[in-house]
């Protein structure tokens, strides 16, 4: 039996795998071919991008707090407190930053088009669409990828510059140290590599965070506990998606700017 | 708008040998047509070797209990879903293995009505008739006059810019009527129309549904387990003099209004209601009775 149950397991693992990758190239190719619905991208950008931009600046702000809060109290026992700003800066501009704006964001954003398009799919919207003779693969998962793709992009440079200045924020107000050189030593430390390492990520979280929530909404099955389970996978994979793409894209991307 | 009499229990009619039993349409080329089409879903068949065909002009009308398949029946018709064996003709194309980019633009030759309406949440009631003209790049002067007159056709003019939410079970039905007729389809497909509805709201949209039939004569399939209405569909006519549906003199049913059964995945009846009534199968004399 438990052979069975693994076996059963495992086939849909694969089953899913591929119905996914078919499903996010698709949708990816679907921007070279018309037609194109540029408002509902206008739509979604101003969903997901102004929608999303209070608690990236909040998480922001208060990451960039904690890290000058950390780093002050282990860097003062070398007598290094002066270098907290270059510390916040690159966690903040290579690593923090566009993880946890994709985090942030795919719990907000994944969990509203996989309920949205399952309950689009439970009440047979999604099949008025295609009745219609619109693809809703067209009308609903490619405008939704492009604007969390672009949105999330500035999300993380909002998200980067809030976690410096919460860092500054702490080094000034908490640990009563000079904010001329903690922002000096944040801009002197950073480098175009790190910059583009810091932009490459939400470039690859973005269309992970839409074409997730997109896939678990559209095959969602079950009535509206099936929503709910939709919700579920889609913040949970793209969430654990998200850090292992990062993981990769860090290996990768330390092989072509090796630190100095 | 509303019908001359409230349905009863169904009252079968007496056969007329000059209008009954016949069906002008059946030697035409058929609109849409399934051949041996069978379906299953997670290895337990749905249908089986299902055969018939519509003929233009023809209304048919597909009779079971629930959860016999009926409703995916219809999803096979457009193309919604796919047959796993068989053969269907839509328009004279076969769209049993046509790619969705060539099928979409045969659906919006076809209106659907859906068993809830399937209204768009979001949209308002004129975005939701317009739908089709909207992705048509219709002008909006345009669609405004002709969802207006799609909303008049199904007494709703005066919902023009609500959204769905705000609507009755069977205004959200009548709506989503108006949404198939606007762009005046080839043929139309309604899925339980009057399912879950009170008897006099299903008189208003089976009046609808006799009055596209006998005005545009467009050809259809109808999905229903509730006789009462299958019955009224083909004993009314919709009279354009009094502006609403009659019922034919006694005896005289409309003949290009005819039947198919399902039961079990299976098409166990296909013909007129005359011969319906006459039937020995032991499941429709059940149904009937």
Not at chain 1, 124 to 132: F, G, K, V, W, Y
Not at chain 2, 4 to 22: H, M
């Amino acid at each position: 039996m438990a052979i069975i149950s693994i076996e059963r397991t495992a086939k849909q693992l694969v089953l899913t795998i591929q119905d996914y990758s078919v499903f996010a190239w698709r949708a990816f190719m679907n921007l070279f071919t018309e037609p194109r619905y540029w408002s509902e991208y206008l739509i979604q950008s101003d969903i997901i991008g102004v929608g999303s931009t209070a608690i990236v600046l909040l998480s922001g702000f208060f990451t960039g707090g904690v890290l000058a809060l950390q780093s002050a109290a282990t860097l003062s026992q070398f007598g290094a407190t002066a270098v907290t700003g270059q510390f916040v800066g690159i966690t903040m501009i290579r690593e923090l930053g566009p993880v946890l704006t994709g985090i942030m964001v795919a719990g907000r954003n994944a969990s509203s088009m996989a309920s949205e398009l399952g309950s689009m799919v439970v009440t047979e919207q999604i099949d008025a669409m295609r009745a219609l003779g619109v693809d809703p693969m067209r009308k609903l998962v490619t405008p939704r990828i492009f604007a969390c793709i672009s949105m999330l992009f500035f999300l993380t440079i909002v998200a980067d510059a809030f976690g410096i200045i919460g860092g500054g924020a702490v080094t000034v107000f908490l640990n009563h140290q000079d904010g001329t050189q903690y922002f000096s030593k944040a801009w002197e430390s950073l480098r175009y590599p790190d910059i583009i390492q810091g932009l490459v990520k939400p470039l690859f979280s973005g269309y992970i965070i839409a074409s997730v929530g997109c896939f678990y909404g559209l095959r969602t099955t079950g009535g509206t506990q099936g929503v709910g389970r939709s919700t579920i996978q889609a913040v949970v994979n793209s969430s654990v998606l998200i850090i292992l793409v990062d993981f990769l894209l860090t290996r990768v991307l330390l092989a072509f700017f090796p630190p100095l | 708008m509303m019908a001359s009499n409230t349905p009863g229990p169904p009252q079968l009619p007496q056969p007329d040998p000059f209008r009954s039993g016949q069906n002008p349409a059946a030697n035409q080329t058929p609109v849409l047509a399934f051949r041996n089409v069978s379906i299953a879903f997670d290895g337990s068949p749905v249908l089986e070797d299902v055969t018939f065909s519509v003929a233009p002009g023809e209304t048919r009308i597909l009779l079971g209990p629930a959860g016999v398949g009926k409703s995916v029946l219809l999803k096979l018709c457009n193309g919604l879903l796919r047959p796993e064996h068989g053969s269907i003709q839509l328009f004279g194309e076969e769209i049993a293995s046509m790619p969705e980019n060539r099928l979409l633009p045969l659906r919006t030759r076809i209106g659907m009505v859906f068993q809830e309406g399937a209204l768009f949440d979001s949209l308002t009631v004129r975005d939701n008739v317009a739908y089709q003209l909207i992705q048509e790049l219709v002008p909006d002067d345009e669609i405004d006059t002709r969802v207006r007159e799609a909303l008049t056709f199904v007494g709703l003019e005066e919902t023009f810019s609500s959204y769905p939410a705000s609507l009755s079970g069977g205004m959200r039905r009548r709506v989503a009527i108006a949404r198939a007729f606007i762009n005046h389809p080839d043929m139309l497909l309604y899925d339980s129309p009057t399912g879950g509805l009170d008897p006099v709201t299903s008189t208003t949209i089976i009046e609808l549904i006799v009055k596209e039939r006998d005005v545009h004569r467009t050809p259809s399939m109808l999905v229903t387990h509730r006789l009462q209405d299958a019955f009224m569909l083909c004993t009314h006519e919709f009279s354009t003099e009094y502006n609403c549906m009659i019922p034919f003199p006694n005896g005289v049913t409309d003949p290009n209004t005819t039947f198919l059964m399902l039961n079990e995945g299976r098409l166990i009846f296909d013909g007129s209601l005359q011969e319906l009534i006459r039937s020995e199968n032991p499941v429709v004399r059940e149904f009937l009775e």
